[in-house]
């Protein structure tokens, strides 16, 4: 199986930083990777897909990039609704699986 | 609107049986692949199970296999998971999510709202 691993797996920042979080595969899987957004008590939302692709509806300022092994999601102006987990997702093969996700709050 | 509505979860003993439902509304079921994914309390997100579009295709995680069956009845819109042997660490919510291709590979575009097992006795 893949292993999905994040970092950090918490942060804190203020309103209108830069925040990036990053994802690694335990083995290349091209761009077969994809970012959800989590808030207590609700479902996953996803927001990239294929790295670097943005889902329809989500703000321009969450972005992804990277292929291979190691992929981040940028958000380049930290609102307060933005406080939540982030998870990575790798699509590449069965079974799919989940990074243990990175916990943002806001300062 | 694209809805998925998880149903079916509930308290139950370990080596007992539960069937969760998911019904599907608000675009073409049976043109896209479904997926189980579950969420331990305070744990992270763990795939589950995978179906494909006419249901005959389908995977599982090695957490699952050989006690959950996943399937479908597309003329009802629904997704099932019929869940056998329970442990306490099945013991999560249970998600239903549509499946998507994307440009490089597949996500999950819809989910449910969820639904919670609890294997305790």
């Known amino acids: 199986d893949i292993q999905m691993t994040h970092s950090p797996s918490s942060l804190s920042a203020s309103v209108g930083d830069r925040v990036t979080i990053t994802c690694r595969a335990s083995q290349s899987i091209s761009t077969y990777l994809n970012w959800y957004q989590q808030k207590p008590g609700k479902a996953p939302n996803l927001l990239i897909h294929a790295a670097s692709s943005l889902q329809s509806g989500v703000p321009s300022r969450f972005s992804g990039s990277g292929s291979g092994t190691e992929f981040t999601l940028t958000i380049s102006s930290l609102q307060p609704e933005d406080s939540a987990t982030y998870y990575c997702q790798q699509s590449y093969n069965i079974p799919y699986t989940f990074g243990p996700g990175t916990k943002l709050g806001i300062k | ?121």
């Open chain 2, 1 to 121: 609107e694209v809805q998925l509505l998880e149903s079916g979860g509930g308290l139950v003993q370990p080596g007992g049986s539960l069937r969760l439902s998911c019904a599907a509304s608000g675009f073409t079921f049976s043109t896209y692949a479904m997926s189980w994914v579950r969420q331990a309390p305070g744990k992270g997100l763990e795939w589950v199970s995978v179906i494909s579009d006419s249901g005959d295709n389908t995977n599982y995680a090695d957490s699952v296999r050989g006690r959950f069956t996943i399937s479908r009845d597309n003329s009802k819109n629904t997704l099932y998971l019929q869940m056998n042997s329970l442990r306490a660490e099945d013991t999560a919510v249970y998600y239903c999510a549509k499946r998507f291709i994307v440009l490089t590979g597949t996500a999950f575009d819809i989910w449910g709202q969820g639904t919670m097992v609890t294997v305790s006795s």
